[in-house]
């Protein structure tokens, strides 16, 4: 499984990004899809994720109505709409897919917040 995270870039404090993941197999029977992040010196740390199936998302505490996850699951991706950012946003984005017994990542976006 390859997943491949796009839409990331430099936007000032207060601007939205969109991120992509595309997925090179069905989304549809995952456990559920995920954004992560790491900003530097610190630990990744989950941001949002998706059941594809249901379309039931959660989100962590920081995002706090800012972030939106999303799935195509015809076009195996899924997104985070980013609004609101804040310069403590920036970080690497990663997405993943937890399966079963397996979780799979996919290499990160930059998001850099700044003025």
């Known amino acids: 499984v390859q997943l491949q995270a796009s839409g990331g870039g430099l936007v000032q404090p207060g601007g939205s990004l969109r991120l992509s993941c595309v997925v090179s197999?069905?989304?549809?029977?995952?456990?559920?899809m995920g954004w992560y992040r790491q900003a530097p010196g610190k630990q990744r740390e989950y941001v949002a994720s998706?059941?594809?199936?249901?379309?039931?998302?959660r989100y962590a505490d920081f995002v706090k109505g800012r972030f939106t996850i999303s799935s195509d699951n015809a076009k195996r991706t899924v997104y985070l709409q980013l609004n609101s950012l804040k310069p403590e946003d920036t970080a690497v984005y990663y997405c993943?897919?937890?399966?079963?017994?397996?979780?799979?990542w996919g290499e990160g976006t930059q998001v850099t917040v700044s003025s």
């Open positions: 998706i059941i594809p199936s249901s379309g039931s998302t």
């Open positions: 197999e069905s989304i549809v029977n995952s456990v559920a």
């Open positions: 993943a897919m937890i399966g079963d017994s397996m979780n799979y």
